[in-house]
């Protein structure tokens, strides 16, 4: 069966949600006087969407103690970029949105952030963004991307304009520790600059007629707009479900036009139906990693290292 397999709810990333964070930080009291995060319920057990680890972190995330988020996921360790003895500001919400955390946005954590005004930062909102003509049906809610593709964490610097936007939230919030903030916002910033400059050095290689990609879902937007790569096919346009016979007979076809030689799996889906471009095409299989860490790497940075060395291997 073709699917999402189940990704192993890793550990607390709450450390790792703070690397903006200022350890002598004062934590403010929400309403009541709370200063536990009290206004914002536990995570809720997300549901298992295909290409997505909805809840897992890879959409919304609450910082404080409303970071008791699950999962191994980038966008976790994007949201809270702070210092792993830190503390923050108790009793706010930062999230992606663009359909990427159903379970928020029309769930408890919602409505308890709303009722309590708790503060919060919808990151969709904040940075400039690639509208893709594409509606996804996941049965339960949809993707629609004509307003955006959600995937900018794929792009280093869309994600220095990501640590940006938190930098001046917290701040905000924490007038006291914008020095702080601002500081650590800068050295991130900086080791992404560079990752950035990293993989054009050693993407620079790959002749263009190689720069053409087929990857298990829809996720590579801002990468292949940033890296000058075209995404040709997709194995799984609907993540939630399995590939119709039309659309495998399109894709064999798409790879033997394109002369692709190598799809990118990812490790939270079901390998098995490749097993049929392998034989029919006979391409080799490769891995990237979009929203979960997988138990290859253990941070964002490792994990665009990662992708960049298995392009390298690949189309090279």
């Given at each position: 069966m073709l699917g999402q397999r189940g990704v192993r709810p890793g550990r607390d990333l709450g450390r790792q949600a703070r690397r903006l964070g200022r350890p002598d930080a004062g934590r403010p009291a929400g309403p009541g006087g709370r200063r536990d995060g009290a206004g914002l319920p536990p995570p809720p057990h997300p549901p298992a969407h295909g290409g997505h680890a909805h809840g897992e972190a890879g959409g919304g995330l609450g910082v404080g103690r409303a970071s008791r988020h699950r999962g191994d996921d980038p966008l976790a360790q994007i949201?809270?970029?702070?210092s792993h003895d830190a503390s923050l500001p108790d009793d706010q919400l930062i999230r992606n949105a663009l359909y990427l955390e159903p379970f928020i946005e029309a769930g408890a954590w919602?409505?308890?952030?709303?009722d309590a005004?708790?503060?919060q930062l919808v990151l969709a909102d904040e940075v400039a963004l690639i509208a893709v003509d594409q509606v996804i049906d996941h049965g339960d809610h949809v993707h629609d991307l004509r307003g955006g593709d959600p995937h900018v964490w794929l792009d280093p610097l869309k994600t220095v304009e990501v640590v940006a936007?938190?930098?001046?939230?917290?701040?905000?919030?924490?007038?006291?520790?914008?020095a702080t903030y601002a500081a650590n916002a800068d050295t991130y910033a900086a080791e992404l600059v560079a990752l950035d400059a990293a993989y054009r050095a050693a993407l620079a290689p790959i002749p263009p007629e190689a720069r053409k990609l087929v990857v298990a879902h829809d996720a590579y937007t801002y990468f292949a707009a940033r890296y000058g790569f075209e995404v040709v096919g997709v194995v799984l346009p609907n993540p939630d479900?399995?590939?119709?016979?039309r659309e495998i007979a399109e894709l064999l076809g798409t790879i033997e036009e394109t002369g692709v030689s190598v799809i990118f799996a990812e490790p939270q889906f079901d390998g098995g139906i490749l097993e049929v471009?392998?034989?029919?095409?006979?391409v080799?299989?490769?891995?990237?990693?979009?929203?979960?860490?997988?138990?290859r790497v253990t941070s964002y940075v490792d994990l665009m290292?990662?992708?960049?060395d298995s392009l390298v291997t690949h189309l090279n």
């Amino acid at each position: 069966m073709l699917g999402q397999r189940g990704v192993r709810p890793g550990r607390d990333l709450g450390r790792q949600a703070r690397r903006l964070g200022r350890p002598d930080a004062g934590r403010p009291a929400g309403p009541g006087g709370r200063r536990d995060g009290a206004g914002l319920p536990p995570p809720p057990h997300p549901p298992a969407h295909g290409g997505h680890a909805h809840g897992e972190a890879g959409g919304g995330l609450g910082v404080g103690r409303a970071s008791r988020h699950r999962g191994d996921d980038p966008l976790a360790q994007i949201n809270g970029i702070g210092s792993h003895d830190a503390s923050l500001p108790d009793d706010q919400l930062i999230r992606n949105a663009l359909y990427l955390e159903p379970f928020i946005e029309a769930g408890a954590w919602r409505r308890a952030a709303s009722d309590a005004a708790i503060p919060q930062l919808v990151l969709a909102d904040e940075v400039a963004l690639i509208a893709v003509d594409q509606v996804i049906d996941h049965g339960d809610h949809v993707h629609d991307l004509r307003g955006g593709d959600p995937h900018v964490w794929l792009d280093p610097l869309k994600t220095v304009e990501v640590v940006a936007v938190i930098e001046t939230h917290l701040a905000g919030l924490d007038p006291a520790g914008a020095a702080t903030y601002a500081a650590n916002a800068d050295t991130y910033a900086a080791e992404l600059v560079a990752l950035d400059a990293a993989y054009r050095a050693a993407l620079a290689p790959i002749p263009p007629e190689a720069r053409k990609l087929v990857v298990a879902h829809d996720a590579y937007t801002y990468f292949a707009a940033r890296y000058g790569f075209e995404v040709v096919g997709v194995v799984l346009p609907n993540p939630d479900g399995e590939p119709s016979a039309r659309e495998i007979a399109e894709l064999l076809g798409t790879i033997e036009e394109t002369g692709v030689s190598v799809i990118f799996a990812e490790p939270q889906f079901d390998g098995g139906i490749l097993e049929v471009f392998v034989q029919e095409n006979g391409v080799e299989i490769g891995e990237l990693l979009t929203d979960a860490f997988a138990d290859r790497v253990t941070s964002y940075v490792d994990l665009m290292r990662y992708n960049r060395d298995s392009l390298v291997t690949h189309l090279n």
